[in-house]
């Protein structure tokens, strides 16, 4: 079973600091996901990837695989970025399953 | 509207009752979940289908089944539940592109169920 480990698990910063979030894993892995979950429950999907970076906004995910190790990145971080931040993977040997390995989250809150 | 609904959003009920929860969604995924989430641990699956005709047991099966009624709708039942059953669940879907796990899963809103 695939271990996912976050870090840090809270992280509090001011309005506009750049923000980084670790995410690694211990087995070989076919997709790594980074969730937002906001204050009031609902998940939203940020980004796919199974291999070098992907941007979308002030966001930026990154993925190494050969250290098994992924950072989300928030540039000009804002009191709306506030939320728990989640990573999973999907293993190679998932056994068929297509569901999930979750981390436990980072929870951030971007202060005025 | 949202894409994938979940019913109800809260419910509290007692020990030894029968609850289902209800997901529907309007994406048009084959690949529906069932996830729930504690406090102080990451989600963990419950039940997965990757059609109406297909079921399968995730990491933490006991106590919950499930029925697929149709492409669109993917139920979760606690027959009898108890109160470390009371957790935030969630509902997801994805397309069933190739490979293992190689699309993104879109999430309801969650349920959050009490159990007394």
């Known amino acids: 079973k695939n271990e996912v480990e976050q870090s840090p698990q809270n992280l509090t910063a001011q309005e506009g600091e750049f923000i980084t979030i670790n995410c690694s894993y211990s087995v070989g892995i076919s997709a790594l996901h980074w969730l937002q979950q906001h204050p009031g429950g609902g998940i939203v999907s940020l980004f796919m990837?199974?291999?070098g970076k992907k941007k979308h906004g002030r966001l930026i995910a990154t993925i190494n695989i050969q250290e098994k190790h992924s950072s989300l990145h928030i540039t000009a971080s804002h009191p709306r970025d506030s939320a728990v931040y989640i990573c999973?993977?999907?293993?190679?040997?998932?056994?068929?399953?297509?569901?999930?390995?979750f981390g436990k989250g980072t929870h951030l809150i971007i202060q005025p | 509207d949202a894409d994938v609904t979940q019913t109800p959003r809260n419910r509290i009920t007692k020990t030894g009752k029968r609850i289902m929860l209800e997901c529907s969604q309007t994406k048009g995924h084959d690949r529906m979940y069932w996830y729930r989430q504690d406090p102080g641990l990451g989600l963990r699956l419950i039940y997965y289908?990757?059609?109406?005709?297909?079921?399968n047991k995730g990491e933490i099966s006991d106590g919950y089944s499930v029925s697929r009624q149709a492409q669109a709708k993917f139920s979760l039942s606690l027959e009898s539940a108890i109160p470390n059953q009371t957790a935030l669940y969630f509902c997801?879907?994805?397309?069933?592109?190739?490979?293992?796990?190689?699309?993104?899963?879109?999430f309801g809103d969650g349920t959050r169920l009490s159990i007394l």
């Open positions: 990837l199974s291999s």
């Open positions: 289908s990757f059609d109406v005709k297909d079921i």
């Open positions: 997801a879907t994805s397309d069933s592109g190739r490979g293992v796990g190689n699309q993104p899963q879109h």
């Open positions: 999973a993977v999907s293993s190679l040997s998932g056994g068929g399953a297509d569901g999930l390995t």
